[in-house]
């Protein structure tokens, strides 16, 4: 379970103007739950492909995290901040975002059996598997759809899809940086919120951070003049816009214009 935060901006912005000292200062503060490490994507300039940097510290410990999110690194990027799912370790090879050095996705939620998913890669796919986590083998899906279908969108929505299908109880938000877009994956319909965990950590839910009660799983974005931001639940609601219930925000790197992709999801009572 982590925490996200996405941009897409005119020119090169940093994480911290993303959302303005005060707003990166809380989102960072949550990492006192989602401590298990960062990590950091952002766009090359002139597309030239994407840059990772990740550490399996608390992004509140780690100078590290405070430099670069203070530089302009990209006009488009992405942050997490990890909680890793019980059983997974925490390590280098299993901090988000995972990259191919074109593509980047970072993950909120827990898709299981790992095995069994792991059971939708191919051979090619698997062999290229560096840690343990659900997450880097969702990453991995999501590339094999893709060269399937020889198209980025399409790959991606039959991923999400299949996903679903397979794990309907997970929850599958995303954030995936692509040459030509960044996508906002919020499918969590079904996915049980960590209330139990969350309540032993904090004592009541009037304790926990803004929306971890009540929307764990909600994604929001908010668009400017000059940028559009997407966020998990954690910051104050006012001058976002919900991401809506199990879709795709697909926001173009070129023209920030945003667009909402409609997976075929299949949700019991519907």
Known sequence: MCRLLGYVSEGPESAVESLGAEGFQTFTS???????????????PGGTGIETATSPMSAADDPAYSELAGQAL???????????????AVHPMNTHPFSDGTHALAHNGSISPVDAL??????????????????????????????????ERAGLVHAVGLLHEHFP???LNALFLTPTHLYAVHV?????????????????????PHGHAAA???????????AVH???SGLPDEGWTPV??????????????????????????R
Do not use: K
């Open 244 to 269: 809506p219930s199990d879709s795709i925000l697909a926001i173009d790197l070129a023209s920030r214009e945003v667009e909402v992709l409609e997976p075929r999801i299949v949700t019991s009572g």
């Open 230 to 232: 997407v966020i998990s």
């Open 30 to 44: 949550l990492s006192a739950l989602h401590g298990d490490g960062w990590g950091m994507a952002w766009s090359r």
């Open 216 to 226: 764990y799983f909600d994604m929001a974005y908010r668009v400017s003049p000059t």
């Open 169 to 171: 109880e997970a929850s």
């Open 74 to 88: 990209g006009s488009a990027g992405l942050v997490h901040l990890r909680w890793a799912t019980d059983g997974l």
């Open 118 to 151: 792991e059971g939708l890669l191919s051979e090619a796919g698997r062999a290229r598997l560096r840690g343990t986590t659900d997450s880097e083998r969702y990453f991995r899906l999501v590339l094999q759809c893709i060269e399937a279908h020889g198209d």
């Open 188 to 208: 969590n319909t079904q996915a049980a919120t960590p209330l139990d965990d969350l309540r032993e950590l904090f004592g009541s839910d009037d304790a926990m």
